[in-house]
């Protein structure tokens, strides 16, 4: 079965440098989620989209931005990177409309930022 | 406030046995939805689990399975017959609705399960 696709797995970026992460949902499913997950952390949720609305917002900073497209993909956008932005970003979809609303996670965003 | 709260930083299992990783939560809502989730050491979360607070008995799935204790607020999940690729980081998590107009997932600090050969 198709999963959550994100890309890239892995990036490197300098401090106040920009960078852009995306994710693909698995097909069909409506809603996409943003989380960071600091080393030894537990995930902390940015922020998600429902069919291409911003949904709720979580702890994402102001320097982060997001938006979910016409396909359903869903890029998020950091700018002014800074050392504490190290972290595993996870991308999750499900469908709202079935109970359960199970988040499935793609393999996540290793960022690291020197 | 909402809060998960897994008290186990780390517990080690004999493989074959069942282990039981804990979890309790606090919400005033009366709607929510409890998960686990599973991360290797290659970083991946995977679901393995789901219990809504209105279900009536005990999700299962294969070798796992959610002890729902909705009086006590707890979720502990248990894994029966541990294997060696059962070794991971295990996350309770709870969606509830804010209020707001929108649904928030918070998520525990995690247990690290150690299974010995």
């Known amino acids: 079965a198709a999963g959550v696709i994100q890309s890239p797995r892995h990036l490197i970026k300098e401090k106040r440098e920009t960078a852009t992460l995306k994710c693909y949902p698995i097909p069909r499913h409506d809603t996409v989620y943003w989380y960071q997950q600091g080393p030894g952390q537990d995930p902390q949720f940015l922020i998600s989209?429902?069919?291409?609305?911003?949904?709720d917002k979580g702890s994402i900073p102001d320097r982060f931005s997001a938006q979910q497209f016409s396909d359903y993909h869903s890029e998020l956008n950091m700018s002014s990177l800074e050392l504490g932005d190290s972290a595993l970003y996870f991308c999750?979809?499900?469908?709202?409309?079935?109970?359960?609303?199970?988040?499935?996670f793609g393999p996540g965003t290793r960022l690291t930022v020197l | 406030a909402q809060k998960i709260t897994q008290t186990q930083p780390g517990m080690f299992v004999q493989e074959k046995e069942a282990v039981t990783l804990d979890c309790t939560y606090d919400t005033s809502d009366p709607s929510y939805g409890l998960f686990w989730y599973k991360q290797p050491s290659s970083g991946e979360m995977i679901f393995l689990i789901y219990q809504g607070s209105y279900d009536q008995q005990n999700a299962t799935e294969g070798r796992y399975s959610l002890n729902f204790q909705k009086a006590r607020k707890s979720a502990n999940l248990v894994i029966s017959a541990s294997q060696l690729g059962d070794s991971a980081m295990y996350f309770c998590?709870?969606?509830?609705?804010?209020?707001?107009?929108?649904?928030?997932?918070?998520f525990g600090a995690g247990t690290r399960l150690f299974v010995k050969a």
């Open positions: 999750a979809s499900s469908l709202r409309g079935k109970g359960a609303d199970t988040q499935y």
């Open positions: 998590a709870m969606r509830v609705f804010e209020g707001t107009g929108g649904f928030k997932t918070i």
């Open positions: 989209f429902y069919e291409k609305m911003q949904s």
